[in-house]
């Protein structure tokens, strides 16, 4: 068990969960918002543990959907961003600030880890719109229009994100903008054959894309390491370094999605895509990269850069003082306290406490991932792989109950996510296995 701590003070006194639903359900679009049966509020929170209005802690396995990357609160984190707001809230791109250049080399420095000619970023408030300005700047570089995506994928919630998304449920504002065509997915755990036939089977079926459902030449590849939304279906070694050289002899830049998968999550490296050898031409992040503070970006090649020479574009806090604040901060801390080393160790331990669970219960099916980005996928029994989407409803919940929280996700929501923030401990890790195997004899 991880040792408890005292819940932070809140500022004042909470409001009673049931006034907090019901105002929400009053007030706010009716869209899934509490992922429980019993819904809970979350007041404060400290490094890996957040705590409710009556004080209750919760190991958080989950991170606010993997965007607390360096810790709840982190004590660095906080006392930067106090700074900042005392000396200068907001500025726009019109003016100079001193932190912005600044932190574009320090981010493309870390990007020169999977391609040396990475320079130049673009700052944006989310994913979803780092990923339509990658798609710009593709468009734009290549003079042509048409992406290709991976089916299971998420790539955000504006119109263009949602038209490369490749999960039906999340695709509901049709119609949508055309030249989007979709590959399959290299999922191994559900490929009749072996993890080595899957990558080749989905190589063979991007081929196959380009081929059949493209004019043969393509603006951009998007492509995540892992597939975080879509149940952290992680291709195989092989795949990305392929799929890339396709992507290249069909004109197309590789955009490489790294929303979930970077500052250092997927264990040793800042970026996931490092894991495969392959490079990238245009990287995406957000999330983890402000620890909650909106933050987005895209980084990439001058040569890239440059087609955008001469257009107009704006983002009204894309980079602000505040934000950039924020992603600075993140960034000493995972450099200080190595967080990619911290997720590999702690993932390595997360992942055969797993492992030796799947041995002893057939219900779980697949156990996948890197470092501290990690999926297990519950089934009815492993040799029928049926999705078992209410043992994960059941499964999340009893883990609540225990006091520790996961997330729920993959198309047909039978995948547990576990993404914590990234200073989680070994023992963490323990107390999340245990808690899930006392949720699956409860289930
Ligand atoms: C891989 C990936 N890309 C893009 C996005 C969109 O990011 P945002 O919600 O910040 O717009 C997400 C969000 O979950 C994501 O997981």
Redesign the pocket.
Known sequence: MSPKTAAPKAAKTPASTADVAAQRAAHLMPLPGPMFAKPIQIITGKMQFLYDENGKEYLDGFAG???VSIGHSHPHFVSKLKAQIDELQHEPPLYLHPAVGGFAKRLADKAKTVNPDMEVCFFT???????EMAAFVAKTYTGRHELVAVQR??????LL?TALTGQHNWRNQAPYPVGVSFTPTDYAFRFDGTPEQSTAAAIKGLEATLKTSTQGKIAAFYG?TI???GGLITPGREYFKAAVDLVHKHGGLFIC?????GVGRTGDHYFGIKHYGAKPDII?M??GLGNGY?I?AIITTKAIAESMKGLLHYNTFGGGPMAIAAAEAVMDVVEKDDLAGNSRKVGDRLMSGLKKLQLKDERVGDVRGMGLMVGVELVKDRKSKEFAPDLTIRVVESMKDQGVLVGKGGLEGNTLRIQPPLCWTLADADRTVAALEQALKDA
């Open positions: 959907v993997a965007t408030n989310s994913g979803s719109e780092a990923n994928s998420y790539h955000g919630r504006t994100t995540e597939m975080g939304v999605d790294e929303v979930q998968a995406v957000a999330k909106p987005g």
